[in-house]
């Protein structure tokens, strides 16, 4: 572990690292929303099917639960600098093909490729913000990054509603390729963007860490400050095999299980919110359906601000016990009362999004800090990946739960899998704030203890 970087300045090249790393959760968000938008006019203009439907809007899921862990082991082998641009560079590729093609089959695909392209974001762009921040900052600026993904699916709506009312349904295709101004911009602003120090010294490339300390916080760092690592890794399995070795399958285990919980309801609401509303007497619509899901995704993104602070103030471990715990009230009380009044329902969903902003910013949080550098960005990939397939199934289920089971049966599921969350954040969330990265893990089965705090930077 480095203090050197550990009790660093918070300055301008932090920003614009934060600033450089949020495009992949942006662009995530705005990618996986505007294909909502955009398949009220795909759909009459190419006869799509209800499954071909299901199956464009369910390819970029399946290629994140894919990118996720491929391209978390790829990072940790061969390094954050070089993946952090090859993602965003197939982003654009596919973002600007969407506008062309005309095959179903077609749109699928290069749905799945984005989707593993924005996967492949979160572990490399999150594994090296966290390597690179100071630990005072770590929580905040990590836990920033999920906004950023409600600010890009909001962002989505809004441009997805301008297209309706200016153009008309019939602009599906400059939808989809919308993205790729998006992708440009983050490609001008990772410009320049370095390799991790602590991944540079734990490959044994301690003399280009030392260089990159020097030249981008303006600092000298002992050489053998950031060894601790890098024997360490030496010594151990790497990539998927030793995630789930005794020291760290319960982190594993836990990283993947509360982002699953989390996403099942998150993403069905996201995309069912509508049709959820409707169901308790709220009128429906081309217009009110856009507008209505980008209203509980403004909440969602509002959620998380308290949340940032509470984790930083109150710990990560109270924060997303309180969270869970606090987040199935609401579906409990829609699955006791499905009857309630279209207003009363619109309030428990608002309250449930705003109540999600604890493990909305934890949920890279938490991977980033719980595992050493050689298996950073495979754990946040692992997790990217479980909790895929929450999103997946929620989304696919969620439709058919209402039609078949009923509106009370489908909100008491919800509640009982954010319980599930909620019991496993009592059983194994640990605390980790003000922690060094890379700190010893709590052995699997015993009580969870904080890691060694990181001293105080001398003034």
Not at 201 to 230: Q, T, Y
Request: aromatic share 8%.
């Amino acid at each position: 572990m480095s203090r050197t970087i550990d009790n660093a300045p918070y300055t301008a090249f932090h920003r614009r690292l934060a600033l450089a790393c949020s495009g992949g959760p942006l662009l995530d968000g705005y990618i996986l929303s505007i294909v909502g938008v955009a398949l009220i006019g795909m759909r009459p203009d190419l006869g799509l099917s209800t499954a071909e439907v299901s199956l464009i809007g369910a390819a970029a899921l399946v290629g994140m639960f894919v990118g996720g862990a491929l391209f978390g082991v790829l990072t940790d082998k061969i390094g954050r600098e070089v993946m952090y641009t090859a993602d965003l560079l197939v982003m654009v590729a596919c973002s600007v093909l969407s506008f062309w093609v005309d095959a179903v089959w077609a749109i699928a695909v290069l749905r799945f490729v984005l989707g593993m392209a924005v996967a492949a974001d979160y572990p490399i762009a999150t594994s090296l913000l966290a390597e690179w921040l100071p630990a005072k900052h770590r929580g905040r600026l990590l836990g920033q990054q999920i906004v950023a993904w409600y600010a890009g699916s909001v962002l989505a709506y809004v441009v997805g509603y301008l297209f309706l009312e200016l153009a008309g349904p019939g602009s599906w295709r400059w939808m989809l390729a919308s993205s790729t101004v998006l992708c440009v911009v983050f490609l001008v602003i990772r410009r320049g963007s370095p390799e991790s120090p602590r991944w540079l010294a734990a490959n044994g490339r301690v003399g280009d860490a030392v260089r990159v300390v020097e030249k981008h916080l303006g600092v000298r760092v002992d050489g053998r400050e950031l060894m601790p690592e890098a024997v360490g890794a030496a010594r151990r399995p790497g990539g998927l095999r030793l995630l789930m070795t005794p020291p760290y399958r319960r982190r594993t285990l836990f990283c993947g299980l509360f982002f699953l919980c989390q996403v099942g309801p998150l993403f069905a609401m996201l995309t069912f919110g509508p049709q959820i509303l409707s169901s308790f007497g709220m009128p429906g619509g081309t217009v009110m359906e856009t507008l209505g899901t980008g209203l509980i995704s403004l909440v969602f993104l509002l959620g998380c601000y308290p949340a940032l602070r509470l984790i930083d103030t109150k710990g990560r471990r109270p924060v997303i016990i309180w969270s869970f715990a606090l987040m199935t009230v609401p579906l409990a009380l829609l699955g006791v009362w499905p009857t309630a009044p279209a207003a009363v329902a619109l309030t428990a969903l608002c309250a449930y999004a705003f109540l999600c902003g604890g493990p909305n910013v934890l949920d890279w949080t938490y991977p980033n800090e719980l595992f050493p550098t050689e298996i950073r960005a495979t754990a946040v990939g692992v997790a990217t990946s479980v909790s895929r397939i929450g999103a997946a199934v929620g989304t696919y289920l969620l439709p058919l739960s209402l039609t078949g089971l009923g509106t009370g049966p489908t909100m008491l599921i919800a509640a009982g899998t954010t319980a599930l969350g909620l019991l496993v954040c009592v059983l194994w969330a640990e605390e980790t704030r003000g922690t060094a990265l890379g700190a010893t893990p709590t052995p699997a089965g015993t009580a969870a203890v904080p890691a060694q705090r990181v001293p105080q930077a001398v003034r």
